[in-house]
């Protein structure tokens, strides 16, 4: 099984290649950098071994795409037609979603979401939390029948910053790092420590929530861009999987043949 597996988020795309199942690679690229995609796309697809009896024109994989954001869908769509010759397959439309769904409205949740949730319960199959730390930050629960329960959702690091200093008339931009302090000497400080705080104690919140419901504390993970930002004063996290929308991207098509069959 050759994959490229691609997560579109809002922010960065991120590129993976699976050869014979197993990771050779991922590389996050901005998606306003559609050479720097192509050229990643390319030098992928020719990593892939040509199928078996073939006259060599044919390499024997896919293409696989989870996005959260149309018009990059279409903007890696046409990379791919124009520089590979082929197409792509679409987690949750010509793919399957790879996990059933509790909730009132599963067609408005994001793939980034379900494929990750799918990746962590396949690896711990038990009730898990995947906490995905990017321009929004998701914390999702998955029961322990590996049933998509639900969520929450706010601003990431770079939106609350954005939102704190276009809506003030003095306070900086500030770009979230680990405090040395507790609390800030300075304005840029005091922020820092304030959203860093923020997004450390809602995830503490929200997961002792979700261990109230289910009756006992979940296996926890943690993904996303700026999840190595707060998983070293998270001691209650299990795993921190960069890349984890990725696997579940490769995971849902495995999954989708394996039905097939």
């Not at 705080?197 to 002792?208: D, I, K, M, Q, T």
């Not at 930002?229 to 209650?236: L, N, P, R, T």
Request: negative net charge; proline residues 4%.
């Amino acid at each position: 099984m050759n994959i490229i597996a691609i997560d579109i988020g809002n922010t960065n795309i991120a590129i993976g290649l699976f050869l014979k199942g197993e990771e050779d690679f991922v590389k996050s690229i901005s998606g306003n950098s559609e050479a720097e995609l192509a050229k990643c796309l390319k030098s992928a697809w020719e990593k892939i071994p040509f199928a078996k009896g073939k006259d060599k024109k044919d390499r024997d994989g896919e293409i696989v795409v989870g996005s959260v954001k149309p018009a990059w869908t279409s903007l890696v769509r046409q990379i791919v037609k124009d520089t590979l010759k082929e197409g792509i397959l679409l987690v949750g439309k010509d793919i399957p979603l790879p996990i059933d769904l509790s909730v009132e409205e599963p067609d408005k949740v994001g793939v980034d979401r379900v494929v990750a949730a799918a990746a962590a319960y396949a690896i711990v199959e038990d009730a898990v939390v995947v906490a995905d730390f990017g321009t929004a930050v998701t914390i999702d629960l998955v029961d322990e029948r590996g049933i998509f329960a639900g969520g929450v959702i706010f601003p990431g690091f770079d939106i609350s910053a954005e939102t704190l200093k276009r809506n003030t008339s003095l306070l900086p931009k500030v770009k979230v790092t680990r405090p040395e302090s507790p609390y800030g000497t300075n304005t840029t400080e005091a922020i820092n420590c304030g959203l860093y705080y923020s997004a450390v104690g809602a995830l503490h919140e929200v997961v002792r929530r979700y261990a109230e419901k289910i009756g006992k504390w979940p296996h926890t993970v943690i993904t996303g861009s700026a999840a190595k930002v707060i998983s070293d004063d998270c001691d209650f996290i299990d795993s921190h999987v960069p890349h984890l929308v990725v696997k579940g991207i490769a995971l849902a098509y495995r999954k989708s043949l394996e039905e097939k069959v």
